[in-house]
């Protein structure tokens, strides 16, 4: 598969799972307009051909991501709070880039993020918009925002109170505290924490390769139907899991996943088809 260049990251894809790998150790693989350009642009990618089965965000060096980084509040990015317009630019400013996060929820695939040392900040922001995460024993998250004396404001407040108890959310919202990996396991952010990070990896990557296996229109379906349910009511999610039941079910995946589980083969399936938005047609 052809692949965007990138800087801040690398990007792999192997038998249709893909892994976007944050790059940039020495700098704790911090967060400036690069990163977010660059992964708003590898999203898209990934979202339009259709070809990945899965996404795995893993990272180098010490720490995932220590979150934003703090000097482009001082450069490119100016945060004006000395006018009406200029406080209401933040509002737009901020959408551009919770879109960007929102944008791993809407994939049309799993996305699966491997997490090793700190995930500071916005890593929580990123990680709490992913299906599944992984950790490895010395991993710790921080709502580090407070800490700066700010509020979260690029999903964790949004996002982690429906992964795990509200009122540990309030605890490290309100204080900042680090959230180590084994307390993380027991409160449900995280789904296993392995004693490396290079034993998480693969244990990230072996999950992402039974995945890849299934068929990926079915899987589309399930990520569908789960964000659908946890978002609505139980009535009115079963009503949306019958319209998008009607509108994949396929016969033929079907005879298809009996027969190789019969025959002790791997299974095979179309992918998702590509996307083609007008504005690139050229017409």
Request: hydrophobic share 45%.
């Amino acid at each position: 598969m052809k692949h965007p260049l990138l800087t801040c990251f690398s990007l792999t894809t192997t038998d249709h799972v893909a892994h976007l790998v944050l790059n940039r150790p020495k700098a704790m693989n911090t967060m400036h307009p690069t990163f977010w350009r660059e992964l708003d642009q590898v999203l898209a990618h990934l979202h339009q051909q259709g070809l990945a089965r899965v996404l795995v965000i893993s990272s180098t060096g010490k720490h995932f991501s220590a979150g934003m980084a703090l000097e482009t509040f001082g450069g490119d990015i100016a945060m004006d709070d000395q006018s009406p317009e200029g406080r209401a630019a933040i509002f737009d400013m901020l959408a551009n880039m919770q879109a960007t996060f929102t944008k791993l929820e809407t994939l049309r695939i799993p996305v699966i993020a491997a997490i090793q040392g700190g995930c500071i900040g916005g890593a929580v922001d990123m990680v709490s918009a992913c299906c599944i995460r992984y950790a490895s024993s010395e991993t710790f998250f921080r709502i580090q925002e407070i800490n700066i004396g700010m509020v979260a404001d690029v999903g964790t407040l949004q996002r982690l109170p429906k992964l795990m108890p509200l009122a540990l959310v309030k605890e490290l919202a309100y204080t900042g505290r680090k959230l180590g990996a084994a307390r993380a396991l027991a409160c449900g952010l995280v789904n296993e924490v392995f004693d490396s990070p290079e034993a998480m990896l693969a244990g990230a990557l072996q999950c992402a390769k039974e995945i890849a296996a299934k068929p990926p229109v079915a899987i589309w379906g399930t990520k569908q139907a789960i964000h659908y349910a946890r978002d609505h009511s139980v009535d009115d999610a079963l009503k949306q899991m019958g319209w998008l039941q009607g509108a994949i079910w396929s016969n033929q995946h079907v005879r298809e996943a009996v027969s190789a589980m019969k025959q002790k083969r791997p299974a095979s399936f179309p992918a998702l088809a590509p996307l083609q938005n007008f504005s690139d047609l050229g017409l």
